[in-house]
DNA sequence: ATAGGGTTAG
């Protein structure tokens, strides 16, 4: 081991020799061994080296020598810089001081150090307005970015609860961490893809300038990341600037600008980059074909995309799964799903985004059977599923009613933790909400952190299908079930405060409300002065309230519009005919049903279905094919009987000589949802709660009689009809009876 | 440095 004696024995003033005091320095433990070494340097002739003296003034202080320390400092003829700072950083309460000493009476100019260090003391003498006047120094002298001096300001703000001030510094330091001005080009373009997924505009901007500043501008890579970023930001025009800046792109910055161009929507230019870098020779990767995706939608370039596809084939980058993920994609959005098909079929390795393209491109075409038997296909398969496949499947749930799928992934969504997932908790809401489970989603709802749009949007068609209509309005303040006045006031607040001029499908909204308010006469007038084409949908809406309102002689304006705008939709003659049966006019209903028998107008077989554990069962009009049947009708007998006792009343209880009436009216009771309903009391507990599907609008009969069975049995029941939710409990519907 | 599969409503 090297002593002092063993270096002052060979007297010359070296580098080395310097080097193996300062060694000697750093090894020391008590104070005895600096002073010393102190001894030696002066012995040595380097008490006028202010770097080693530096040193030593740094470990006297280390080793608390503080008065030593400072007696060393003054009693060197020019203290450099470091050595200022150095005893700015040790010495607290005189810091301030010395600040001001080597600013007022010295050449010498503070740096970074010697701002992060003062700032530090002010801190420590919990001095705000010191520590103010040095961050603004700081921000003169160009440091204020400097991450020492920044960490510095964040502790010094936090002392005095600017949080505010605090976390906006830390900010502006996150996006330069890598130490201002030190930064270089790769740091730069590390930064960009951070901010351009934020769609951090100004701070973009920011990095260009300091780009331009410190003159990286001729580096491709942070051009690149900078036509991104303002792709991303919708500023395809300063991307274009940028693009057009680059001698000879590169493959990478082809693609960064066609993908711009597609995502802003310019997809002409887009294809023309994409031809112009096929012309060069230049061979197209991935990135390239993926990039381009989006210009296929919502337009449906059918040829570009098989020309596409044969060019991948040729080129051999097919056998690249993110390219034949890509185009199952476009084809799926073309609606061609088996040259989808064909493609995931042929790909050689399937990764889980494959299966999923495929399989979201059946739910997206509203292909839900094949979507779920892909599904568990991919079950089978070594790849298992992720967010994205749940989330595909759970729509799928949600588009067919099939709650105890849905619920299986619910289970699955637990165990693999997918919950946190915002596409996933959405599409769990969805799920619920669609398949009867309306209180499940609200659960869901309530317990969810970060909603977007679509969550609201979710919950809020979740609730309108339910007919809870107060609740959604009292979340969300929307317009829905029956509330005139806010509805209204919405109307007229987007024509006169939002200068937005209302569309049909606005028009039909407002004669929606006024109808289900019973303000017939009021919706009337408003589709009167409607200033846009009459459309079904408003003539349509005003039908239903009538209908529902029993007002005869506006019903037959409505329908003889409807039978003229669309004159091939059943839906119209059904409603006006179950108007007329509702009115005991069965004359006027015959006629209604002669005349869709003599257009020849198609009428969809109503159908309800009823799921018990896991398994389905449909039941359609006098439906006796059922292993049950027998117990069934006899259910459904003993109930009429129990509900005529409690003033139940079916058309058949009103004389009728029209034979075909007879017939329809014998059919009423046999219609598939009470069929089902039956069934459903026989098979499950009781007083749990059934839930069945019809295919169609819930008929009035079957409507009131449901309303009677839950009363009289003490079952919620909910059934989805083709348009909503009813939920039935104790004689009632949450419809109000509007449907 | 560039790129891919997902949720609602209409």
Not at 285 to 290: A, K, L, P, Q
Request: a negative charge; aromatic letters at 8%.
């Amino acid at each position: 081991m090297l002593t002092t004696s063993a270096i002052t024995s060979t007297y010359s003033p070296t580098r080395s020799r310097n080097f193996f005091l300062l060694l000697l320095l750093k090894k020391s433990t008590t104070v005895s061994h600096p002073t010393q070494t102190h001894a030696q340097i002066i012995l040595n002739g380097f008490q006028n080296d202010v770097s080693t003296v530096t040193k030593l003034t740094h470990r006297l202080f280390d080793l608390k020598a503080t008065s030593y320390a400072r007696q060393l400092f003054l009693s060197t003829p020019n203290p450099d810089l470091f050595l200022f700072n150095v005893l700015i950083k040790f010495s607290n309460a005189h810091s301030i001081s010395l600040y001001t000493h080597l600013r007022k009476c010295t050449l010498l100019k503070p740096d970074n150090f010697t701002y992060a260090f003062a700032i530090a003391s002010a801190s420590t003498l919990s001095d705000e307005k010191v520590g103010i006047l040095l961050h603004e120094h700081a921000v003169v002298d160009g440091d204020g970015l400097d991450l020492f001096v920044g960490t510095a300001v964040v502790d010094f703000y936090l002392q005095f609860w600017r949080v505010d001030i605090a976390r906006k510094m830390f900010d502006k330091m996150g996006m330069l961490k890598d130490g201002g001005i030190r930064l270089d080009s790769t740091t730069v373009a590390a930064v960009l893809p951070a901010l351009a997924e934020l769609q951090e505009l100004i701070l973009g901007m920011e990095v260009q300038c300091l780009v331009l500043k410190l003159g990286f501008h001729s580096y491709l890579h942070v051009l690149t990341g900078l036509i991104s970023l303002y792709s991303k930001c919708g500023e395809i025009e300063a991307a274009k600037l940028l693009f057009g800046e680059i001698g000879r792109p590169d493959l990478v910055s082809y693609n960064a600008m066609i993908s711009g161009y597609t995502s802003n929507g310019e997809s002409e230019c887009s294809v023309k980059l994409f031809r112009q870098l096929l012309g060069y020779g230049e061979r197209v990767n991935s990135s390239t074909i993926v990039g381009l995706i989006p210009v296929f939608h919502p337009f449906g370039y059918l040829n570009l995309t098989t020309c596409i596809h044969s060019f991948c084939m040729k080129s051999g980058i097919i056998s690249q799964s993110s390219v034949s993920t890509a185009l199952t994609t476009v084809y799926s959005r073309l609606n061609k799903i088996n040259s989808a098909r064909l493609l995931f079929d042929e790909s050689s390795e399937k990764t889980p985004a494959s299966w999923n393209a495929m399989i979201s491109g059946y739910t997206q075409n509203g292909l839900t059977e094949a979507a779920i038997s892909l599904f568990q296909e991919m079950q089978i398969s070594e790849v298992s599923p992720n967010p994205v496949t749940v989330t595909s499947i759970l729509s799928a749930c949600a588009q067919l009613g099939a709650l105890s799928l849905g619920k299986w992934v619910h289970g699955l969504i637990r165990s693999k933790n997918f919950e946190s997932n915002i596409y996933v908790s959405t599409a769990l809401i969805d799920m619920y909400a669609k398949c009867g489970g309306i209180r499940e989603a609200l659960e869901l709802f309530d317990l969810m952190v970060g909603k977007n749009v679509v969550t609201w949007n979710a919950m809020i068609s979740g609730y309108g299908l339910h007919g809870q209509g107060q609740d959604a309005l009292r979340l969300f303040s929307e317009i829905h079930a029956g509330l005139v006045k806010e509805g209204e006031e919405t109307f007229q607040s987007m024509i006169h405060d939002y200068h937005f001029e209302p569309l049909p499908e606005h028009y039909a909204c407002m004669v929606d409300i006024l109808g289900r308010a019973g303000q017939l006469e009021k919706a009337l007038k408003f589709i009167k002065e409607m200033p846009v084409e009459l459309g079904a949908a408003e003539w349509g809406a005003l039908l239903g309230a009538c209908v529902i309102h029993k007002d005869k002689k506006l019903a037959q304006v409505a329908s003889e519009r409807l039978f003229e705008l669309d004159p091939e939709n059943v839906e119209y003659h059904v409603l006006l005919s179950n108007l007329y049966s509702a009115e005991r006019n069965y004359r006027l209903a015959a006629s209604v049903r002669q005349d869709v028998k003599r257009r020849n107008l198609a009428k969809i077989p109503g159908c309800t279905l009823i799921e018990i554990g896991e398994t389905p069962h449909v039941f359609t009009s006098g439906d006796r094919s059922h292993p049950q049947a027998s117990a069934i009708y006899a259910v459904l007998e003993e109930l009429i009987r129990k509900m005529k006792e409690v003033g139940f009343q079916t058309e058949t209880d009103t004389a009728s000589h029209d034979v075909e009436e007879e017939e329809k009216e014998l059919m009423i009771n046999v219609h598939s949802e009470k069929l089902a309903i039956a069934f459903g009391l026989i098979a499950t507990e009781p007083g749990t709660e059934i839930r069945i599907f019809k295919n169609l609008r819930v008929c009035v009969d079957c409507h009131t009689a449901t309303k009677f069975i839950s009363k009289i049995t003490e079952r919620d029941i909910v059934v989805r009809d083709a348009n909503q939710f009813h939920h039935f409990k104790d004689g009632l519907c949450s419809c109000g009876d509007y449907w």
